[in-house]
């Protein structure tokens, strides 16, 4: 592309000779060169990049998205792009979203069908922000067919018992849910029936959250661990899972450690646990060990005038736990405050420990 060189101020030169001589060969290969060979001056090129520019797109979002998307380069001005940016605003997006969708998307705002899709999308999120996060997650969404792929999909998760809202939780979490085939679908609501949790019960979004793209075969392992290192019986890992099967997501290596702080440390009983195992989702470091430790020292000074169990303290916001066990005893003890939030960056202050 000698045109590229000519001149030493365009901004297409900056484009193509700072970030695409290192990638174009594995990002676009010839194929991809060849859809801008054709070029002859940099005139349109540059209208298009000073239009992403103004979309408030830095230089360096402008070099990936089109290092990413070369036929961007060559779409027409008037008839696509001008078009496509009026009809996003007149769905209610800000050119500084237009912007963050752009660039999660790998360019495509050439794409005719950009803003049917941006509608339904938003339809199905039900917001904005929701919308621009679930296309950062997986941006084939905006290349999926909507007809034969993504609404047979939303059906499907509909047949499953989850209402409009569940599915729209489910999907922002794991998008690739919407752009996978339908046969995957219907393996991932096999699987969370199998937990023991029945499709459209309260419990049922969480447990399609929790096995959405793991085997039968993962789940299987995963469920023997926990049997182990937790002493579990069949029935009792049933109970856990089926109360929250959030757990399943968790690595060995932290289910591990949580587990042995709350049996070793805390004292509960395995059975105990399985009946409240919201208990081994919940931070090692950030709840389950700063509480501890902070209701230990309030105890044993005398500061508490009923006893709570452990499980009714881990459960409580953040907000309700500094209104009642921090709060209060500030004047009696003005340090408590610091050594709480200092206990939840995982530094315990010895007079913590000490009862």
């Not at 030493?8 to 194929?31: A, C, H």
């Not at 054709?38 to 090129?45: D, F, I, R």
């Not at 069949?234 to 109360?243: P, S």
Request: net charge positive; aromatic share 8%.
């Amino acid at each position: 592309m000698r045109w590229v060189r000519q001149s030493k101020s365009t901004l297409s030169e900056k484009v193509f000779l700072d970030y695409l001589p290192v990638k174009r060969e594995e990002d676009q290969g010839p194929q991809g060169l060849r859809q801008v060979s054709h070029l002859k001056s940099p005139t349109n090129p540059d209208a298009r990049l000073a239009f992403l520019a103004g979309l408030g797109l830095s230089g360096a979002d402008i070099a990936s998205i089109v290092a990413k998307d070369l036929q961007l380069l060559c779409a027409k001005l008037e008839r696509t792009l001008t078009p496509n940016v009026a009809g996003l605003t007149g769905l209610g997006l800000s050119h500084s979203q237009i912007g963050r969708l752009i660039s999660y998307c790998h360019g495509n705002l050439h794409l005719t069908f950009i803003v049917s899709k941006l509608q339904y999308y938003l339809l199905l999120f039900g917001s904005i922000d929701n919308t621009l996060r679930a296309l950062k997650r997986n941006f084939y969404l905006i290349s999926s067919d909507l007809e034969r792929v993504v609404k047979p999909n939303v059906a499907a998760l509909r047949d499953s018992g989850l209402g409009d809202c569940d599915i729209a939780k489910v999907c922002l979490s794991n998008p690739r849910l919407l752009t996978t085939n339908v046969e995957s679908i219907r393996t991932t609501v096999a699987c969370a029936e199998s937990l023991g949790v029945p499709c459209g019960s309260r419990m049922f979004r969480q447990a399609l959250q929790a096995v959405t793209f793991l085997s039968v075969q993962k789940i299987a392992v995963r469920v023997e661990y926990l049997k182990t290192i937790l002493r579990w019986s069949d029935a009792e890992v049933g109970i856990a899972l089926t109360k929250s099967p959030g757990v399943l997501r968790h690595s060995n290596e932290r289910l591990r450690r949580t587990s042995e702080f709350l049996i070793s440390e805390v004292g509960l009983e395995p059975a105990y646990i399985a009946h409240r195992p919201a208990l081994l989702t919940y931070s090692l470091e950030g709840r389950l060990r700063a509480r501890y430790y902070h209701v230990k020292f309030l105890k044993a000074n005398r500061f508490l005038e009923r006893d709570f169990s452990y499980f009714s303290i881990v459960q409580k916001s953040e907000k309700v736990f500094m209104e009642k066990f921090i709060c209060p005893h500030k004047e009696a003890a003005p340090h408590l405050a610091d050594d709480y939030v200092d206990a939840c960056r995982g530094q315990v202050p010895t007079r913590l420990r000490f009862a």
